[in-house]
């Protein structure tokens, strides 16, 4: 296939990538939470490859883990525990061969996201 999946996380609260987050990617099949992987955003709150490879695209369910506590905590942003937001998990799915780009959007209230290019 020549699908694949890549994501990035920006912090909207303070208009700047989010790096040093924790994602874990996993697939479900029949139900069951398969992991594929799991990656740390960088400077530019990317990752440093696809976190979908082509060579390990399928269609399907899928869902990203943002472990986005910690970069909260880091940025002087958290309120006192428990954090509003510690994880943030999107499921989505992907029926397309194609490239598939999900996006976290954070502050320390709220998250969005989407499909992106």
């Known amino acids: 296939m020549n699908g694949f999946l890549t994501t990035h996380v920006l912090d909207t609260?303070?208009?700047?990538p989010a790096a040093g987050i924790h994602i874990?990617?996993?697939?479900?099949d029949n139900g069951q939470a398969i992991k594929l992987g799991e990656a740390v955003t960088n400077a530019d709150g990317r990752t440093d490859s696809p976190i979908?490879?082509?060579e390990d695209f399928a269609l399907g369910?899928?869902?990203l883990v943002f472990h986005a506590g910690d970069y909260?905590?880091?940025?002087g942003q958290a309120a006192q525990a428990p954090l509003f937001l510690d994880v943030v998990p999107i499921r989505f799915g992907m029926s397309q061969d194609d490239h598939y780009h999900v996006p976290l959007l954070l502050s320390a209230h709220g998250f969005s996201?989407?499909?992106g290019s």
């Open 13 to 16: 609260a303070k208009g700047c």
């Open 24 to 28: 874990e990617l996993f697939r479900y």
């Open 52 to 54: 979908l490879s082509k």
């Open 61 to 63: 369910q899928y869902e």
């Open 72 to 75: 909260l905590r880091s940025t």
């Open 113 to 115: 996201t989407y499909r």
